[in-house]
């Protein structure tokens, strides 16, 4: 804190004599920054190592301290360095050593060189000459391998008719192809002849080559007439091979579909007849008293035989892939499956002409679409099959429809009278059954969505139309009452089979409008046969259609005091039990919903008729006298009471 004053002094002291050479000396010390000043750290640090006490006495001799420092450093630098010198002195000795012996050698070699010059020269020309003979051997050889086959080659690619291919024998036959093509660039040197005289090998050894893969692979083919079929590498290489020689490709493709449509069919006859190895699976056949397994046995084997026929048309043409080979496997799997839609056809258009029953006709109809789509991804669009299960399927529909039509016709010549509970009838109740199979099935089908719905709306155009026009021929004697109670029964049915699936709101709003209309009937029924058992629809009648200009309505007749007072205390004792006055063809309804809110609407209709009777009563210029009297109930206590 002293230190800080004294140095506060001397600083305002320094300020007040800027012109004192010792005042600049001390404003430089004290705007010094050591921080920023390295070279003052570091000379702080090195006098640190020997600058331990702080004394007067040390200070003073600092300046000697710091010069023989100095001098200390200096002698032991002086000593290194003499050893340094000392050890260049040695290597300039050893070096100067080493130049004296390499100039001697240096002269004993030239010596030898002057000496040996002509061996040299001689040897060199001998390796020169060496060189070059070996690269004219090398040459002759690779011309020989690149242009030339090898004998064990030879005779690989001629072998015998007979003999079985191997390998080897592909590998021969790219080399010729391989030599034939390289000659090409013979011709365009001075080597044209010799280029000339290999091709024509080439394409001798070629011509002999193709002729026995084509005969090795047409036996092969023939023989692939197995209920299980091993399509090897060495069968897929020949396909490859024969690319080059489009004819024979196709040949041997068209003997592979031959003899794979004849195992096919034969296949197919013995799973109708006899079934699998060891009776296992049995024989389809067998299921001929069953539509849907019989027909559905028959198209799962057809998909599976289709599927492996596939299968073993792409293992043979896998490396067959110089060009696209799609069109070509189509054409040969529809060339297979071609044989087997004769007897399928047969067997299916006896099952349909047999009239198995409409359910099993949609079904069937089903069966058909489902297979001919799923087929159809194996087979192209114009394969036999396809057009065969696209016919049985027209068929089949054909007589679906027109089996419901004649269904629907005896609907409506025969005409069932209602029965005495007012619901629906037997005939209708089978026929909403039948519909439900039908519909259920269409819902499990696996077909496009846009068939599907396309199949609903005719089917439900063929059943509902004929149903809705035999209820109504049915209702036509009734009276209305039981006419919208008949009819509501009969078309909540049709609705409650409909809600369940899919495609039907269009029908559904359709038969909901219908039910509305016959609500409102039972409704109007309910209402006028509570006011006539209550004993004010006489009254209601007169005061609904009064007008002012014909005076008061106390003077009507009929509309006295007394008579309506009369006819208040009769539809006050209904209101003691209003479930009392219920229409029988209500109770009769099927459902509680269409009860309730008949019921709600009825009521709401009676409480109207007594509010227009109460205003009309309470009214002054009717010249009613005491009308409390008369009218008990206010319009909110009827509420009450009827809600």
Avoid at 188 to 201: D, K, P, V, Y
Avoid at 322 to 338: F, K, P, T, V
Avoid at 460 to 466: E, F, K, S, W
């Amino acid at each position: 804190m002293a230190d800080r004053t004294s140095t506060e002094a001397v600083s305002s002291a320094v300020e007040n004599q800027p012109s004192n050479p010792l005042s600049r000396k001390l404003n430089k010390i004290l705007e010094t920054r050591l921080d920023n000043d390295k070279d003052m750290l570091e000379a702080l640090k090195a006098l640190s190592t020997f600058f331990h006490e702080n004394s007067l006495r040390t200070r003073r001799n600092l300046r000697g301290d710091i010069e023989r420092r100095s001098l200390e450093i200096s002698e032991e630098f002086a000593l290194a360095f003499k050893v340094v010198k000392e050890e260049l002195d040695n290597i300039h000795e050893d070096v100067e050593s080493m130049s004296t012996c390499c100039q001697d050698m240096t002269k004993r070699l030239k010596a030898a060189r002057e000496q040996t010059a002509d061996l040299i020269s001689k040897t060199t020309d001998l390796q020169k000459e060496s060189q070059r003979l070996e690269m004219r051997a090398d040459v002759a050889d690779a011309f020989l391998a690149k242009y030339q086959l090898k004998p064990e080659e030879v005779k690989v690619l001629r072998g015998t008719r007979t003999g079985q291919l191997q390998e080897n024998f592909f590998k021969a036959l790219e080399r010729v192809k391989q030599i034939h093509s390289d000659c090409k660039v013979l011709l365009r040197t001075n080597q044209q002849t010799a280029g000339l005289e290999i091709m024509e090998s080439m394409a001798l050894h070629q011509e002999t080559a193709y002729e026995r893969l084509y005969r090795w692979t047409q036996g092969e083919c023939r023989s692939l007439t197995g209920d299980t079929v091993e399509v090897t590498s060495i069968h897929s290489k020949a396909m490859h091979a024969l690319q080059d020689r489009p004819v024979l490709f196709r040949y041997a493709l068209d003997e592979f579909g031959t003899a794979r449509r004849t195992a096919v069919v034969r296949g197919f006859i013995d799973a109708l007849t006899r079934g699998g190895p060891g009776g296992t699976p049995r024989p389809i056949e067998l299921h001929s008293h069953d539509p849907l397994r019989y027909v559905g046995d028959m198209l799962a084997w057809l998909h599976q035989a289709c599927a492996s026929e596939k299968e073993h048309l792409e293992g043979l043409l896998k490396m067959a892939t110089a060009q696209s080979r799609d069109n070509e496997m189509q054409e040969i799997l529809g060339h297979i499956s071609e044989g087997v839609c004769r007897p399928f056809k047969v067997r299916v258009e006896q099952v349909i002409v047999a009239d198995p029953g409409p359910v099993s006709l949609y079904k069937l109809t089903n069966l058909l679409k489902f297979y001919r789509y799923t087929i159809g991804q194996l087979l192209g669009s114009e394969a036999t099959l396809l057009s065969t299960l696209n016919e049985m399927e027209d068929l089949c529909q054909k007589v679906f429809f027109n089996a419901l039509n004649v269904m629907s016709s005896k609907l409506v010549d025969k005409v069932e009278l209602p029965p005495s509970d007012l619901g629906p009838t037997a005939t209708l109740t089978q026929t909403l059954g039948l519909l439900r199979e039908v519909l259920k099935s269409h819902d499990a089908s696996v077909v496009p969505l846009d068939s599907r719905q396309e199949d609903f709306v005719k089917i439900l155009t063929c059943i509902l139309d004929p149903l809705l026009q035999m209820c109504s021929l049915s209702a036509s004697r009734l009276n209305p009452a039981d006419m919208a109670a008949y009819m509501m029964n009969c078309l909540y049915a049709m609705q409650s089979t409909l809600a369940l699936y899919e495609f039907t709101d269009q029908r559904l709003e359709m038969l909901q409008a219908q039910i509305e209309a016959h609500k409102d009937t039972l409704v109007n029924e309910q209402a006028s046969y509570v006011l006539t058992k209550a004993g004010l629809m006489q009254i209601y009648s007169i005061a609904q259609q009064h007008q002012p200009q014909e005076g008061p309505l106390s003077s009507v007749h009929g509309m006295d005091g007394s008579s309506i007072k009369a006819a208040m205390a009769r539809f006050d004792a209904y209101l003691s039990s209003p479930d009392s006055l219920i229409l029988s063809q209500c109770t009769f309804l099927h459902s509680t919903s269409l009860r309730e809110k008949i019921h709600r609407k009825a009521m709401d209709l009676v409480i109207g008729a007594y509010e227009l009777l109460y205003k009309a009563i309470l009214d002054s210029s009717n010249n009613y006298t005491d009308p409390n009297s008369i009218v008990m109930r206010t319009t909110e206590q009827v509420k009450t009471l009827l809600s």
